[in-house]
T-cell receptor, first 113, second 115 residues
Framework: DGGITQSPKYLFRKEGQNVTLSCEQNLNHDAMYWYRQDPGQGLRLIYYSQIVNDFQKGDIAEGYSVSREKKESFPLTVTSAQKNPTAFYLC????????????FGPGTRLTVT | KQEVTQIPAALSVPEGENLVLNCSFTDSAIYNLQWFRQDPGKGLTSLLLIQSSQREQTSGRLNASLDKSSGRSTLYIAASQPGDSATYLCAVQGGIYNQGGKLIFGQGTELSVKP
């Protein structure tokens, strides 16, 4: 089955710890995205990548980092510098950047205490 | 700055009713508009994608329209069922605020269909 997988589904961390969220796709898509969703708010873009070994900051990149070493993988690290990391994180992909339909993974809910 | 607004924020209807969800956006220079469904604690499922050159798209009981010049889209759900209960999100893509194809989302309409 083609699709996007995110792991883990739930993640709990103590304040001050870095944590990495996994995102994998087997759709052969060039573009991948990370969004954050908070209660009562729309999704906001954290980082995006249009091609391997290249990525760009989105609207709320502070306190986050990413890598794109393989086409199918786009992990997101939430660092201790992120002031309010508790949220629902969604990964998406599309055939290319620009004007293509995006497909979303099942999400990871991160809770930091 | 592109802003997307969805009205109403929540809607409760009896089963079988036809209903309309509204989405408006402030900048008409978009490539496309997508409607998504989100069940509690889950990811987003794409329902319909309307390109900027199109006026509407249909899939089963769903029909989405787009009026780019007025910055409006509607999602029409015919003969609603309890299984339609979810949050519906609209998102626009493109224009001068485009960052690699990022989607700009509304806050969603939470739909509850009562048996």
């Amino acid at each position: 089955d083609g699709g996007i997988t995110q792991s883990p589904k739930y993640l709990f961390r103590k304040e001050g710890q870095n944590v990495t969220l996994s995102c994998e796709q087997n759709l052969n898509h060039d573009a991948m995205y990370w969004y954050r969703q908070d209660p009562g708010q729309g999704l906001r873009l954290i980082y995006y990548s249009q091609i391997v070994n290249d990525f760009q900051k989105g609207d709320i990149a502070e306190g986050y980092s990413v890598s794109r070493e393989k086409k199918e993988s786009f992990p997101l690290t939430v660092t201790s510098a992120q002031k309010n990391p508790t949220a629902f994180y969604l990964c998406a992909s599309s055939p290319a950047g620009g004007s293509y339909e995006q497909y979303f993974g099942p999400g990871t809910r991160l809770t930091v205490t | 700055k592109q802003e997307v607004t969805q009205i109403p924020a929540a809607l409760s209807v009896p089963e079988g009713e036809n209903l309309v969800l509204n989405c408006s956006f402030t900048d008409s220079a978009i490539y496309n508009l997508q409607w998504f469904r989100q069940d509690p604690g889950k990811g987003l499922t794409s329902l319909l994608l309307i390109q900027s050159s199109q006026r509407e798209q249909t899939s089963g009981r769903l029909n989405a329209s787009l009026d780019k010049s007025s910055g409006r889209s509607t999602l029409y759900i015919a003969a609603s069922q309890p299984g339609d209960s979810a949050t519906y999100l609209c998102a626009v893509q493109g224009g001068i605020y485009n960052q690699g194809g990022k989607l700009i989302f509304g806050q969603g309409t939470e739909l509850s269909v009562k048996p």
